[in-house]
């Protein structure tokens, strides 16, 4: 399976060619004015708040963040509205995988993890490791999970065609990578800590860097997808993407902890960030999105 980059999701730059400078976004004439900083983080407030008093009712505890979160502008426009319809495999065992990924080590290489070391020369950037145990309800560890990983380079910028954040691409960097868990469950990266990056969901928007994760379960059909953040980012109090998880303690466990003991001398910072894949201390996932 060939390492390519996944298109970036809706908090990524607006399509264009990479090869050309992007010229000063312009709302189109007639177009409503995009909302204010201060709007967004006055209705990103107003839901936490109304999420605590929720919480404080006894109400139970989401699984998901709110597919329709209003502050994320293009939740409203892109979530599904209708419940899921259930596949009788047993009727068309050819409409639902039954099995699968099954990769072994010939399919998944150290070259794979290693997204500083996939092209010729050096990426440009703060070489970090990532690392962490991916984990059921009980603690377990779940062994041979493909995770898989894509990323903005160190200006915050995708290489992929449809970033156009006129920010510089890196020739030695291509931002995507994947492993397989350990018998411990453990997984490892090394990379380059992400920039942050602009987009237009609102007006002077900016995403905290950030890493996508990806894991596989025994089928295709059997993905989760989220996003692992860096301690201490001041752009938190902004983003409703991060904001649309309304529980702060679930909200903390998509936050990595620098880990001193994982810095690799003269080369490269240690984070460490544990995925808890379901219950009551599951990592938030971008369920529907």
């Not at 007639?30 to 839901?47: K, N, V, Y």
């Not at 989401?62 to 009788?88: G, K, L, M, Q």
């Amino acid at each position: 399976m060939a390492l390519t980059p996944p298109t970036p999701s809706d908090d990524a730059p607006v399509p264009a060619s990479p090869s050309v400078a992007a010229p000063p976004h312009r709302p189109a004439p007639g177009a409503p004015p995009l909302p204010g900083q201060a709007d967004i983080s006055r209705e990103i407030a107003a839901r936490h708040t109304a999420a605590e008093r929720d919480r404080e009712a006894g109400a139970p505890a989401p699984d998901h963040p709110a597919r329709d979160f209003a502050p994320y502008r293009s939740t409203t426009a892109r979530h599904p509205r209708r419940p899921p319809v259930e596949i009788d495999h047993r009727a068309d065992p050819e409409a639902v995988e039954l099995g699968g990924p099954a990769f072994g080590v010939t399919d998944v290489s150290d070259l794979d993890a290693d997204l500083t070391r996939q092209h010729t020369g050096e990426p440009l950037g703060e070489r970090i490791t990532v690392t962490g145990r991916v984990l059921d309800r009980t603690g377990r560890p779940v062994r041979g999970q493909l995770v898989e990983i894509w990323q903005a380079n160190a200006a915050g910028r995708y290489a992929h065609r449809r970033d156009r954040h006129p920010a510089p691409l890196d020739p030695h960097f291509t931002g995507v990578g994947r492993c397989l868990t350990d018998d411990a469950g453990r997984y490892a990266f090394t990379t380059i800590k992400p920039g942050a990056y602009p987009w237009r969901n609102h007006h002077n928007a900016w995403r905290p860097a950030h890493i996508h994760f990806s894991f596989f379960g025994s089928a295709f059909t059997q993905r989760l997808i989220t996003q692992m953040y860096f301690p201490g980012d001041p752009l938190f109090p902004y983003d409703p993407i991060l904001g649309s998880v309304t529980d702060p303690a679930a909200r903390a466990r998509l936050v990595a902890a620098y880990d001193h003991e994982l810095n690799v001398p003269e080369r490269s910072l240690g984070y460490r960030w544990d995925v808890v894949l379901d219950g009551p201390s599951a990592t938030w996932i971008e369920e529907g999105r």
